[in-house]
């Protein structure tokens, strides 16, 4: 049976959700990856040199040689397409409405080729890496993209540095290719993840915690409607109080949804010093952070895909390097090779 044959089988499909399946049915983002390899993706190209953004500290310290790291491909625009209106990839055609999205004004006076070369293509890369990150997370355990985690993107708008709904996208792609259908979102950055919430508003396949900064970017209270479980934090919380409000979060998570697939948005913007966050979490808490988060689904035995998402301190990088190797020390993941 042709692809296209097996999207108009499913039952009740509209016309929309067979293109949609087809799309995503012939989409190349999914590939084998050899045992050798950890799943721990990245590519130099996620880099935005000209804003100063660099995500691998891991390699660089020793951790993991660079030819185990997974280089992902980028999203094409047929890709895009499944969660994203042909309008809305349209309209990153203009500088000015990129610049608005990202919040770096001169990008208003950059042609729009050299926009997407230096900003959209390694934002492409990164959506790349977060939909492969769930296919490897089916087949390892757990997955870790390097980048990507941008949540304040939806369908139909962008926002917040964030230009495309990967989130949205990953997990549309696992239902089609992975056969799953219950996926939970821990969305542990600092700012609400509206992006994402939007988009599987009233979806009950997807279970959402959003634990955030209630008194900054992006106060979208329509979106928080669809959050199933909200935990709001005040600017200043710190440390040990915020490690507390995830271990009860954690708990009721575990008692209200079994998911498939557990989709973590790990950003490092929580940190003390952050310049967007305004909590004050110190790098110890977000190692342990992300060791309960790991813990809570190998202890399910859940297959988890952590992405990096926001951080806007150079300590960042640093930060991240540091918690996957405890994870490694704690035998949370494996960054030894596999047989193929």
Not at 56 to 68: A, Q, S, W
Request: hydrophobic residues 40%; negative net charge.
């Amino acid at each position: 049976m042709s692809s296209s044959s097996a999207a108009a089988s499913v039952p009740g499909a509209t016309p929309a959700d067979a293109l949609r399946r087809n799309r995503i049915i012939s989409s190349k983002l999914y590939f084998d990856v050899p045992g050798s390899k950890a799943p721990v993706v990245y590519s130099t190209a996620y880099d935005i040199a000209f804003l100063g953004i660099e995500k691998m500290f891991l390699t660089k310290e020793g951790h993991l040689e660079k030819t185990r790291v997974v280089e992902p491909l980028e999203a094409s625009k047929e890709d895009l397409l499944v969660v994203h209106t042909e309008a809305y990839l349209n309209s990153l055609r203009s500088s000015f409405r990129v610049a608005a999205i990202v919040e770096v004004p001169p990008l208003t006076l950059m042609p729009n080729w050299l926009v997407q070369q230096r900003l959209l293509y390694p934002f492409r890369k990164q959506v790349g890496g977060s939909i492969l990150s769930a296919k490897l997370a089916l087949e390892r355990g757990w997955a870790i993209n390097v980048g990507g985690g941008f949540h304040h993107c939806s369908a139909e708008e962008g926002g917040g540095f964030c230009a495309y709904a990967d989130i949205s996208l990953s997990i549309q792609f696992a239902f089609v290719r992975l056969d799953i259908s219950r996926v939970m979102i821990i969305d542990l950055d600092a700012h609400q993840g509206n992006g994402h919430e939007k988009d599987f508003a009233n979806d009950g396949r997807v279970y959402i915690l959003d634990m955030y900064n209630a008194g900054i970017y992006p106060f979208d209270h329509a979106a928080k409607r669809y959050i199933d479980q909200k935990v709001e934090l005040v600017s200043g919380t710190e440390t040990d109080d915020y490690l507390d409000q995830l271990d009860k979060a954690l708990k009721v998570a575990q008692t209200r949804f079994q998911p498939q697939l557990i989709i973590y948005n790990a950003g490092t913007d929580i940190l003390d010093g952050d310049p967007l966050g305004n909590l004050k979490i110190s790098p110890e808490g977000v190692v342990i952070r992300d060791e309960k988060v790991f813990r809570f689904a190998k202890d399910q035995n859940i297959p988890l895909v952590m992405m990096t998402s926001g951080g806007y301190m150079k300590s960042s990088a640093r930060v991240i390097a540091d918690s996957i190797t405890n994870l490694s020390q704690k035998n949370l993941v494996q960054l030894g090779s596999q047989p193929d």
